[in-house]
């Protein structure tokens, strides 16, 4: 399922009309209807808007509600993962974790060379990410740290933090965040 398939509903599901979503957000009607029908990319703010204004956790836009764990596990096939680009950020993610109501969200990101996060964000919680590929270049505040092939690191998220690709190539990370909120605040 695409977001804006995704977001379709959750607004059809409130009784929400297409104009009504437009005032609430500030984006135009024509421009959620590109959203909706996933001919647009939405940034990363309009997303937080949209979150906002539905009522639900900015989470919920990338997961897959259909994807429950009503049996003893759910798997997410690779081919069946959804790739999430937020340009702000110019990193591609991919949730790892179907499930809205996990404790845990699991994310795959990926950062071309050369890229880097254009804005700081912030979020409640705590954040692990481990290195699978390439080199990172973690920011926080004012602090930096490199991360290499295999190396992990855990802070607090409520600190405002970047990632940079610093190595060649592209860079391949697992981002593990509790509660779940895929950059819901941007500073």
């Given at each position: 399922?695409?977001?804006?398939?995704?977001?379709?509903?959750?607004?059809?599901?409130?009784?929400?009309?297409?104009?009504?979503?437009?005032?609430?957000?500030?984006?135009?009607?024509?421009?959620?209807?590109?959203?909706?029908?996933?001919?647009?990319?939405?940034?990363?703010?309009?997303?937080?808007?949209?979150?906002?204004?539905?009522?639900?956790?900015?989470?919920?836009?990338?997961?897959?509600?259909?994807?429950?764990?009503?049996?003893?596990?759910?798997?997410?096939?690779?081919?069946?993962?959804?790739?999430?680009?937020?340009?702000?950020?110019?990193?591609?993610?991919?949730?790892?974790?179907?499930?809205?109501?996990?404790?845990?969200?699991f994310?795959?990101?990926?950062?071309?060379e050369?890229?880097?996060?254009?804005?700081?964000?912030?979020h409640?919680?705590?954040?692990?990410?481990?290195?699978?590929?390439?080199?990172l270049?973690?920011?926080?505040?004012?602090?930096?740290?490199?991360?290499?092939?295999?190396?992990?690191?855990?802070?607090?998220?409520?600190?405002?933090?970047?990632?940079?690709?610093?190595?060649?190539?592209?860079m391949?990370?697992?981002?593990a965040?509790?509660?779940?909120?895929?950059?819901?605040?941007?500073?």
């Open positions: 399922m695409k977001i804006g398939r995704i977001i379709r509903n959750l607004r059809l599901a409130k009784n929400i009309k297409l104009q009504q979503l437009a005032e609430m957000t500030g984006i135009s009607i024509g421009g959620l209807s590109q959203i909706e029908r996933d001919l647009s990319n939405p940034s990363l703010a309009a997303l937080v808007r949209i979150a906002k204004a539905l009522e639900v956790p900015i989470a919920s836009l990338f997961l897959d509600s259909e994807k429950k764990l009503e049996n003893k596990a759910v798997i997410i096939r690779d081919k069946e993962r959804r790739k999430i680009i937020v340009p702000e950020l110019e990193t591609v993610y991919e949730p790892l974790s179907p499930i809205k109501d996990a404790k845990v969200e994310t795959l990101a990926r950062m071309e050369g890229k880097k996060q254009k804005v700081l964000v912030t409640e919680g705590e954040e692990h990410v481990f290195v699978v590929k390439g080199t270049e973690v920011r926080i505040e004012d602090e930096t740290y490199i991360l290499k092939e295999g190396d992990s690191i855990y802070f607090n998220p409520s600190f405002p933090h970047a990632f940079r690709n610093a190595g060649k190539g592209e391949i990370a697992v981002i965040a509790s509660p779940p909120s895929l950059y819901e605040n941007i500073l």
